[in-house]
Structure formats: C-alpha cells, structure tokens
C-alpha cells in the first residue's frame, strides 16, 4: 500500500504513522499498541534510567515481533554522560534497527548509531536546525511545527510553512508533527512534502495510553483554542492545556512546576486544574478516546480517502 514509500522502508512498518515519544507515556504498553497496529511506536528515554529502558524495551520486544523505535533526546542524556553511554551502549547490543534523536545537537550521536546499522531520523523545529541533522547525516527528519505539543523552540514556525521550507530545502524523508490526528491531517502533511507522519496528542488521547483519565478527557473537551504557550526557562516555551494553573504561570502570577510533579499530579492523580498536560493544537480535533488500533486503522482510511478525493478533482 506504501510501496515507494521511504518512510516505511526504512522502519519496516506497514504504515508510515509514528507515535511520538512522551516521557512516562510513550512505554511498552501504548508502544506495543501502536507497532501491533501497523505503526511505529516510539520507546522514550528522557529519564535516564538504564533500568527502565531494559524493562520498557524488554516488554515490548515479549508482547510483539512488529518493529519499534527508541528515541534518544540529546539534551536530556547528555546530562550524565555515564548514564548516556550506558543507554546508548546497551540498546545497539539489543540489535535496534530505527533510532529518532531529539532536542540537542544531531552530531552528538549519529555518527555511532549510523555506523552500528541504525536508521537515525532527527527531530527538529526549525529550518536550521533541520539543515544541520542532514549535515550530520541522518538518514530523515522529523519536523515539529509550532502546533506541537511539549516543549517547543521559540524560533519556531507552523507546521504548513515549515513542512514546505524544509522540503525546499533537503533531499532525505520528513515525517510531519503538530496538528496531525487523523487521514485528513496526514493527506495535507504529505501534499507539503512528508512522507510520514507522527502524532503525540492524538495517542495520548487513547484507550492505551497510561495516563489518567481526567487528562484524555480535557483533551477531548479542549476546543480549538484550548492550548496556550508558556515560557520554560531558560530558553524553550511549551504548549499544554490551557487551565487555570497555565494561564496563572503566562500571566507570571504562579511558578511553573517541575516535569517530575506534573507525572504524578496529572498523570497519575488526573488533577487537571493545577497542571498543565502537554497537549498540541491538535486537541481542538479530537472528540473521543480510542483505542490505537481504530486510529491507526481509521487514519490510512482517510488518508486514502482524501488522496481519492484530491485525484478526482482533475476529472
Ligand atoms: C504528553 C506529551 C509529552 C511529550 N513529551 C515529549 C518528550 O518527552 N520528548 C519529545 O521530544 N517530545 C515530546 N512531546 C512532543 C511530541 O514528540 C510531538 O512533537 C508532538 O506531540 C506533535 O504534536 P501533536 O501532539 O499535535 O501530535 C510530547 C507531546 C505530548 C503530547
């Protein structure tokens, strides 16, 4: 169905659909869920843990044989560089075919990856930034418009400008974030130039996704205008739901929280009132949870439904 697709040849999933890595919730379950389905999940290892990681990816290589990937994100590891080298060490000697390296400097870890037979796509938000992944060779792109979810670049433009700036500008495989949830979004990201898509709001909004309800259910109630920017220092901004907690912190009249109390008081407790859930643009189109394989499933179908119904306009 994919034929041609470069995406696809170099994960080996049957669909070119990622699912974005997320601290804490981008683990074996909704991974298993997302690559039993015929995408990509992504393994996250933000908290660099070597145990954690050997549990996750041991979980999910027991639940299924379809392929995954794990993200590295540069910025994050690099911060022990011990811990860093262990993560990165035992993974190439699990025999990992397709690695996505984020926020940090691509040159950092391609070169090792490429040259252990790893399929390397960076991630980035910028037109710069994505000059440079190619300059340090990876094999693809992942490109994060301003819609995204998490913790965004300042710089950074939208994702129906970027897409097109970026495919002017270099030649390997884009996978297309932010404001992508369904066939009709992946329609319009491939029209722009990706080959690929990857989606976080969309799965953390799933049956399998870990986090609790309460969160799945303000991304479903979040209207269009239901996220709001807020600086997190020293340089990036971040996009989450927009609650009173997120609006006191754009307003400067309450301190921003750390990542770590946003787990358990969001994720885990599901108060959703004093925190701010990363979430994209993205949330204002979806209206129901699901489970991942009715996403995936229904994202091809209009995919192709809207490619059919794009050709039909030259009869
Ligand atoms: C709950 C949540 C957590 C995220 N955590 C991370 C992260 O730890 N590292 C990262 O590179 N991106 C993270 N992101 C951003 C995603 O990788 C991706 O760029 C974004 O979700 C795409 O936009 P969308 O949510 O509209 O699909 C997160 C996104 C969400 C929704």
Redo the contacts with the bound molecule.
Sequence with gaps: MFEGNRVTAHTRSRYPIFQ????W?ARAPLVTAVSKAGALGLL?N?IRDLSVTKREFADVRAATNAPFGV?L?IRYLQMDPKEEDAIIGWLLDQGIHFATT??GDPTRYTRRLKDAGVVVYH?TATLRGAVKAVDAGVDGLIV?GA?????RNPEEVHTFALLQAVREAVDVPIVA?????DGRGMAAAFALGAEGV?????F?ASVESPVHINYKRAIVDAPITGTIMTDNPPRARSRGLRTPYSVAVAEGTRERALRSSTIEMLYVQGDVENTS??????AGLIHDIKPVQQIVDETIKGFWREIDRLAALRR
Excluded: Y
């Design positions: 974005s890595p997320m601290t919730i996250e933000s993200n994100p984020s926020a991630a994060e819609e995204s979810a998490g913790i974030a932010g404001g992508i949830v990857t989606m976080g709001t969309r953390v859930g990363a979430a994209g643009e993205s």
